[in-house]
């Protein structure tokens, strides 16, 4: 069973700084490294949305334009983790975060088959 657990979130000022983590349970290192996975957010009365993706090995990257250049997602197949460091921030980037994995390792903005439960981000002004 697969189950992500995402990590890290809190308060934080404006232009202030935070580091999400995501660690995956229930596959091996090797499957979890053909994984493409993303971080999604939703603000209180809005519909969830893309952040960002990353490839199984880590070298392909896709941003929003929203997040473009502030927030920056990686990964750590050794530990079946992956992050989204997160720069800049703005009282808009206020929202639930949500890890996901594509088990298919295609890495769009909108498909993937499991989801952690979320971590809450507020950022105030």
């Known amino acids: 069973q697969v189950q992500l657990v995402e990590t890290g979130g809190g308060l934080v000022q404006d232009g202030g700084s935070l580091k999400l983590s995501c660690a995956v349970s229930?596959?091996?290192?090797?499957?979890?490294?053909?994984?493409?996975m993303g971080w999604f957010r939703q603000a209180p009365g809005k519909e969830r949305e893309f952040v960002a993706t990353?490839?199984?090995?880590?070298?392909?990257?896709y941003y929003a334009n929203s997040v473009k250049g502030r927030f920056t997602i990686s990964r750590d197949n050794a530990k079946n983790t992956v992050y989204l460091q997160m720069n800049s921030l703005k009282p808009e980037d206020t929202a639930v975060y949500y890890c996901?994995?594509?088990?298919?390792?295609?890495?769009?903005?909108?498909?993937?088959?499991?989801w952690g439960q979320g971590t809450r981000v507020t950022v105030s002004s």
């Open positions: 996901a994995a594509d088990p298919l390792g295609i890495g769009d903005t909108t498909d993937y088959e499991y």
């Open positions: 229930g596959v091996s290192e090797h499957t979890f490294s053909t994984y493409a």
């Open positions: 990353v490839s199984g090995s880590g070298r392909r990257t």
